[in-house]
Nanobody, 118 residues
Framework: QVQLAESGGGLVQPGGSLRLSCVFS????????MGWYRQAPGKQREMVAG???????NYDDSVKGRFTISRDNAKKMLYLQMDSLKPEDTAVYYC????????????WGQGTQVTVSS
């Protein structure tokens, strides 16, 4: 029943900004831990930023100080504000949702392409 859909990717010059959005379709968004992952060609998928159900955030060292993750529980939305973008940020960005009860449930969006190039 949980579905995720990302948007906001595109082509941007180095130093530019983008804001990614993720729409959560479900009934208990506030209980999920949310995150943004990315996968560049030839590389493993990596976590960029995460935010817990309690609103605590964490970031990969490569994006600290440049990216900001946030969530709006009332709107069931997840965001990633990306500033000072670098060519190394080029990747497909995925929205992720996780919840653990008696077992762990993980959901993924389809991804949105971010390309940073002159």
């Amino acid at each position: 029943q949980v579905q995720l859909a990302e948007s906001g990717g595109g082509l941007v010059q180095p130093g530019g900004s983008l804001r990614l959005s993720c729409v959560f379709s479900g009934i208990i968004f506030n209980l999920f831990d949310m995150g943004w992952y990315r996968q560049a060609p030839g590389k493993q998928r990596e976590m960029v930023a995460g935010i817990t159900s309690g609103g605590k955030s964490n970031y990969d060292d490569s994006v600290k100080g440049r990216f900001t993750i946030s969530r709006d529980n009332a709107k069931k939305m997840l965001y990633l504000q990306m500033d000072s973008l670098k060519p190394e940020d080029t990747a497909v960005y995925y929205c992720n949702a996780e919840i653990t009860t008696t077992e762990k449930y993980t959901y993924w969006g389809q991804g949105t392409q971010v390309t940073v190039s002159s």
